[in-house]
């Protein structure tokens, strides 16, 4: 996942947890009490697990 990351743009790209890389352009909001977070890719909506190590980096 590293390596995928690398090929990546810088701030456009960031691991949210292990298994999940995300493209920040469409995060529409962090739930912090459930340590999710919410994309949103005009009319599909998906939740995603975060780690605490990333919402420690926000």
């Excluded at 390596?3 to 469409?26: A, C, D, H, S, W």
């Amino acid at each position: 996942m590293g390596k995928l990351l690398e090929k990546l743009p810088l701030y456009q790209f960031e691991r949210i947890n292990r298994g999940t890389v995300v493209n920040m352009n469409y995060l529409k909001e962090i739930n912090w009490r459930k340590k999710q977070c919410v994309l949103v890719a005009g009319d599909i909506t998906e939740k995603f697990p975060v780690s605490s190590s990333f919402l420690r980096s926000l």
